[in-house]
């Protein structure tokens, strides 16, 4: 079992930046692959970036060259670091976890909210 805790979501302007954590209790930390996905009010909920246990990395079009996701395996936390903030990048972020060995998402977080403003 694995329970996930994100922390620095917030509310800032077009053009800023945020760093997103997730905090993960529980074991085999190092050999999950990792995810951020976001909801905005109203549409499906969509990975955002991925590493797996091999650090291959994943991101979605709309942010690749403006987010960057990594993972601290010995303080078992993953982390998004968000730039160049658009007011489509609006959502309640959240951090999910595969089984170990695997790449499905099975446990999430309960979310953080961004809001970026014009």
């Known amino acids: 079992q694995v329970q996930l805790v994100e922390s620095g979501g917030g509310s800032v302007q077009a053009g800023g930046s945020l760093r997103l954590s997730c905090a993960a209790s529980g074991s085999n930390f190092s050999i999950r692959t990792m995810g951020w996905y976001r909801q905005a009010p109203g549409k499906e909920r969509e990975l955002v970036a991925s590493i797996s246990s091999i650090n291959t990395l994943y991101y979605a079009d709309s942010v690749k060259g403006r987010f960057t996701i990594s993972r601290d395996n010995a303080k078992n936390t993953l982390y998004l670091q968000m730039n160049t903030l658009k007011p489509e990048d609006t959502a309640m972020y959240y951090c999910?976890?595969?089984?170990?060995?695997?790449?499905?998402?099975?446990?999430w977080g309960q979310g953080t909210q961004v809001t970026v403003s014009s």
């Open positions: 999910a976890s595969s089984r170990p060995y695997s790449s499905d998402p099975n446990y």
